[in-house]
């Protein structure tokens, strides 16, 4: 594994809520391990400056022993400048009255000029993941940008989803977490997704062996896919606290490795070898990580209903990133 003396991280959208609760688990060693050193470079919109620097403060007064430098910017060319890591959180939010279509079109101006100066400042060798909505389309749209840096190092949040996956699975199974192991989010993440539990395995049992197929294609899905509205309904607020956890997960399984006999969720920028997915597609595939590297499983068995699933998916994720 590439030794890192410190890691530069650089962080869009980097006064927002989701920013805030991803900070002390970054500073306290969470997600690069116990003696990382890293430093930060954060983005923010210049009317969001002030915000910004008051919260550098308050992350040099948690004083972590880990952090040795912030620096806030307006300038994406500042932040993204020899980044060994760069994370996605900023772009623009979808406003009453918004087509979907207007949404996606605003994004991709962004990213499009974003991925333009990753690929001049940042180092060809650096880790990105994108986590602003809609992430899949985002990362790809960065990602095509990028002529200098390998597709394999583009990455899009579904964590989220395979934490929602995992706990539900343990909640109706009443188990414990960890003895929840190969769970699959196919797609995109939006209400496409397919949480794929049938390759699942619950202490140590096949999936099936607990639960019913119909449960498993039809409660147990549509439980996970409404789990964020039903947070949203209930708290008025997004998923924070998850999200940032989610975030943390997917950095330190693509840093420290996966186990020996589980899998986790990535969306990535497809090479066309898995599934049937076309190349340049950034689609959540099952992958193993070692070393800041993943590699997707490529020998999962698909019956007809999965197949039909990620095929709506994909539909859709080709409608976006045209």
Request: charged share 20%; hydrophobic share 40%.
């Given at each position: ?32 391990g ?18 910004l620097?008051?919260?550098k ?18 300038d ?19 406003k ?21 100066i ?21 990362c ?35 188990t414990?977490?960890?003895q ?10 939006s209400l ?5 539990m ?58 420290l ?41 490529g ?24």
């Amino acid at each position: 594994m590439q030794k890192f003396e410190e890691l530069k991280i650089a962080i869009t959208g980097a006064a927002g809520n989701l920013a805030s609760a991803f900070y002390p688990l970054l500073g306290s060693g969470q997600v690069f391990g116990s003696t990382q050193k890293f430093s930060l470079q954060l983005l923010e919109l210049p009317e969001k400056l002030q915000e910004l620097e008051g919260i550098k403060m308050q992350i040099q007064d948690c004083a972590f022993p880990l952090l040795n430098n912030v620096i806030v910017s307006s300038d994406p060319t500042i932040a993204f400048k020899d980044a060994d890591v760069a994370i996605f959180l900023g772009a623009m939010p979808r406003k009453p009255g918004m087509e979907r279509s207007d949404l996606l079109q605003m994004n991709r101006e962004i990213f499009i000029q974003q991925g333009q100066i990753l690929n001049e400042q940042a180092k060809t060798t650096v880790k990105v993941l994108v986590v602003a909505n809609p992430s899949n389309t985002n990362c790809a749209t960065l990602a095509h940008q990028c002529t200098k840096i390998p597709q394999q190092n583009f990455t899009s949040l579904m964590q989220l989803d395979h934490n929602r996956c995992v706990s539900t699975l343990a909640r109706e199974a009443n188990t414990t977490i960890d003895q929840i192991k190969r769970v699959i989010i196919w797609g995109n993440h939006s209400l496409t997704q397919y949480p794929d539990m049938t390759h699942s395995i619950i202490n140590g049992k096949q999936a099936s062996e607990t639960f019913s197929k119909d449960f498993l294609r039809n409660a147990l899905i549509q439980q996970v896919q409404q789990r964020g509205g039903q947070i949203l309904q209930l708290s008025r607020g997004a998923s924070t606290i998850s999200g940032a956890i989610a975030v943390k997960d997917h950095l330190r399984t693509w840093f420290l490795g996966t186990s020996q006999d589980n899998w986790t969720s990535f969306g990535v920028i497809s090479d066309g070898n898995h599934y049937g997915i076309p190349k340049g597609i950034c689609f959540s595939l099952p992958v193993t990580c070692k070393d800041f590297e993943f590699k997707v499983v490529g020998d999962v068995e698909l019956d007809d209903f999965a197949k039909q699933r990620i095929q709506l998916s994909l539909v859709e994720l080709q409608k976006e990133q045209q």
